[in-house]
């Protein structure tokens, strides 16, 4: 072998060999015995084969068993989206990949690429409407969307009809029909999606990407309204078995009777000294101060002893200081569902400790119908709508629970029933009354 031929040679072997040496060693030529060199030319010639056999755009993702192609292309709004579709399965054979891609090129060739639901909500994503919204309503729409998305999957927008809807929101009522992770019909969920899908063709037909859709006519029955509350022994029980953060949402969402995305956008700077400032996030307008009193000023002392010592390990971490008052432990904010399932399991486990399988079906929600029931004006100097931030009556009852108590009746006293002789008289009276009208003597 030439002097040529051989660091040939070795630069081929690097290529295969000398990650793992390197771990293994300083000098990479020194480790497991290399490839020969037959060995070496028939794997660069397959491997490089290999690579040139499937056509642009083809591979099999990663957890996939199956061949894809994908494709670009520019939405109306000038954003770029990604299509892929399903060829063979990976052990076919690489001519019957080529086959299916040719196929599937014809079809693409003369087919014009239309818009899918995907598509339309990326665009809504975008969209300065979207970015008005507040973040609770962005991240709802967020979690609708997707079963949304899962079963229309590539239907075009023009190819939407209401009884596909119908049907939709049949499934969505029944049993999920596997579009959630848990397999569980709602019909709220299904009454949210509707009013989603909406949305979004009202604003894409207005802009021209797609046909107008109504779907208002599609009814969905509400679910009854709740009547429950948790109960003071259940209150307590939760705390046990809750963490220290979400012994702290669940106490202050009762204390402030707010939901839990003023609890979770809570900062330090809304402690002033006329109390807590609250603005409700899902009631536009509605500003409150808090007063304090001896149970808010301990759960707000426990409060800040954890959000200063997080504070103080994230700048002596070189970290931004954590914007929440009741932040993760690591600074950052909680999501609704970082909240909600520490209550869930915290629930769970109070269940499980009373047995006889019993069952609540309260969440985290309920706390602010519990306050709200449990609010008594005439101690607080404050009506149950002002203490609430509710703008109407209406609204006050859907979270007003409480059962209203009346005086009972009594029996009538025998002094107050009149005699057999009055009575003999008031018929006296009568009679003769009546005998004068018919002009009887």
Request: charge should be positive.
């Amino acid at each position: 072998m030439t002097s040529a031929g051989f660091w040939h040679w070795k630069a081929l072997t690097f290529l295969f060999h000398g990650t793992e040496r390197r771990k293994r060693s300083k000098s990479w030529w020194h480790g497991t015995p290399l490839l020969t060199a037959v060995q070496l030319r028939r794997k660069v010639r397959v491997n490089v084969m290999s690579r040139k056999k499937a056509p642009k755009g083809v591979s099999v993702p990663k957890g996939k068993d199956t061949w894809y192609y994908r494709w670009h292309f520019y939405r109306p709004d000038g954003s770029k989206a990604d299509r892929m579709r399903a060829l063979c399965h990976k052990d076919e054979p690489m001519s019957t990949v080529w086959q299916e891609w040719r196929k599937l090129q014809k079809e693409l060739v003369n087919q014009e690429e239309k818009l899918v639901l995907d598509d339309l909500w990326q665009m809504w994503k975008d969209s300065a409407e979207f970015s008005n919204r507040s973040e609770a309503t962005c991240t709802n729409e967020s979690y609708e969307i997707a079963p949304l998305i899962k079963h229309f999957g590539e239907k075009p927008l023009d190819a939407y009809k209401l009884p596909d809807v119908k049907q939709y929101l049949e499934l969505r009522q029944k049993d999920g029909n596997g579009l959630t992770a848990k397999g569980k019909g709602s019909r709220a969920m299904a009454l949210k999606e509707r009013k989603l899908l909406q949305r979004l063709f009202n604003w894409g037909a207005a802009l021209g990407y797609c046909q107008q859709l109504v779907c208002t006519s599609l009814k969905v029955p509400k679910n009854p309204a709740k009547t429950e509350i948790i109960e003071d022994w259940q209150f307590e029980g939760l705390r046990r078995y809750l963490s220290e953060i979400g012994d702290l949402y669940c106490v202050g969402a009762y204390l402030l009777m707010a939901r839990m995305g003023d609890m979770r956008s809570l900062t330090p700077e809304q402690l002033e000294p006329k109390g807590i400032k609250i603005t409700q996030e899902k009631v536009s307008g509605v500003t409150q101060y808090k007063e304090y009193n001896e149970d808010v000023d301990e759960w707000l002392e426990r409060a800040l002893s954890r959000y200063n010592r997080i504070k103080e390990r994230c700048l002596k971490e070189g970290r931004s200081a954590p914007t929440t008052l009741l932040c993760k432990p690591d600074g950052g904010k909680y999501t609704y569902w970082g909240v909600e399932s520490q209550f869930s399991r915290a629930k769970e486990k109070l269940e499980a400790s009373l047995g006889m399988e019993m069952k609540f079906g309260f969440t985290f929600h309920t706390i602010k119908h519990t306050t709200i029931t449990n609010f008594v004006p005439a101690e607080r100097g404050s009506t149950k709508q002002q203490a609430s931030g509710h703008k109407s009556e209406q609204v006050l009852r859907i979270y007003d629970h409480e059962i209203p108590v009346v005086p009972s009746n009594v029996l009538p006293r025998k002094q107050q029933l009149i005699t057999r002789t009055q009575s003999d008289i008031v018929r006296t009276a009568i009679a003769n009354a009546n005998s004068s009208k018919l002009g009887i003597n």
